[in-house]
């Protein structure tokens, strides 16, 4: 059943890197509890108690909002086949936008970086696994391209319209500061 634990295990990291979606959660206060499936090639874990993802733009902005204000971040990886488990990260979190002094080391990680609004990156201070018995079995098809094919057609100038548009302000009206595109 479930278990506690200080850091990120090596077995823990090898259950998330076979994970081909999980899911992030903030929230600020007095705002609606934001939770987000992610995938791709997206998340890098630097060492038992860091971790880095890569926020592509998208329809909403509600983690950049959400950690301006609290940076309360869970991270949550379930099996869909077998054996079951769920792990869960806690933890602090910022994101660092462009421009950011730290902006080109945190996204050299990653394999592409067009279309990067933040990269979000986490101080792990709990992991907590659960059994999973209850998740359903899916199996993995493949990752979709639309989103990649969606950001390609913007293009550069298409891409920061819709960003000044859509990633400026949250659900909760809340203003994203930090560089926020």
């Known amino acids: 059943m479930g278990k506690k634990f200080t850091a990120i295990t090596p077995e823990q990291q090898a259950f ?5 979606v999980w899911f992030v959660a903030t929230c600020a206060p007095g705002a609606r509890i934001n939770l987000s499936p992610k995938g791709m090639d997206s998340l890098r874990i630097l060492n038992p108690n860091r971790l880095l993802w890569l926020n592509l733009v ?16 869970t991270l949550m ?3 869909f086949d077998h054996p079951p488990q769920i792990l869960r990260l806690y933890g602090q979190a910022r994101a660092i936008h462009p421009g950011e002094p730290e902006w080109e080391s945190a996204l050299r990680p990653f394999p592409s970086s067009f279309g990067a609004r933040q990269v979000v990156q ?31 057609a913007k293009g550069e100038e298409g891409l920061a319209r819709y960003q000044q548009e859509h990633n400026r302000v949250s659900l909760d009206g809340r203003p994203i500061v930090a560089g926020g595109s």
Not at 16 to 20: F, K, P, Y
Not at 131 to 147: D, I, N, S
Request: net charge negative; with cysteine; proline share 4%.
């Open 58 to 73: 998208g329809s909403g902005n509600e983690t950049a909002a959400h950690l301006q204000e609290d940076p309360r971040m």
């Open 77 to 79: 990886f379930c099996a």
């Open 122 to 152: 986490m101080e792990v201070d709990l992991v907590h696994t659960s059994c999973g018995f209850g998740v359903p079995l899916y199996t993995f098809q493949g990752e979709r391209q639309t989103l990649d094919a969606w950001l390609q």
């Open 16 to 20: 998330i890197a076979r994970q081909a």
